[in-house]
């Protein structure tokens, strides 16, 4: 057993009971994501973990110092390979139930998170609070706000940037990793 599976035994139970297993011994484990389609059809997705491991600490600087704050749903496959990701490389995940726009922001403030990943209606939500009451949560430990799955709209990104500072980045890639930009 490696040892992300003993740091964190209730996410590799739900992850495993649900959409996660590993496959034998056969050199670095493997993956097996199941991602909805647009159409609901469950598409499988195989991707190798250690990939995504360099890829997170060289793009974005993940590494055991991370505090990941998923606010999205752990069936879809780029919040569920973060979460695991962040936790092989000795980090700290906090997964929100669900998305709420101010629980997001205490949870930020709460729990010093230094890395999240968001879609652009997240922003949008977020944005949609008062300003007053934005900017009385302390998120000044937020060294990297990803973002993707959608456009985000010029407008939303440059208000976060101005509210939040230089620390939205923006990739595009498919789940089944055939290439990232960032």
Known sequence: TSSWKRSAPALWQLLHRKIYKTVGEQGPWIEEVFDAAVDGARK?????????????????GFDDSVVYLCPAPLYHAAPLGWSLATTRLGGTVVVMDRFD????????????????????????????????????????????????????PPDVKQEMIDWLGPVLLEYYAGSEGGGMTA
């Open 101 to 152: 726009p101010v629980e997001c922001l205490e949870a930020i403030e709460r729990y010093g998170i230094t890395h999240a990943q968001f879609v652009p209606t997240m922003f949008v939500r977020m944005l949609k609070l008062p300003e007053a009451q934005r900017r009385s949560y302390d998120v000044s430990t937020l060294r990297v706000a990803v973002h993707a799955a959608a456009p985000c």
């Open 44 to 60: 499988f997705r195989d991707k190798t973990g250690l990939r995504l491991d360099a890829l997170l600490g060289s793009a974005f």
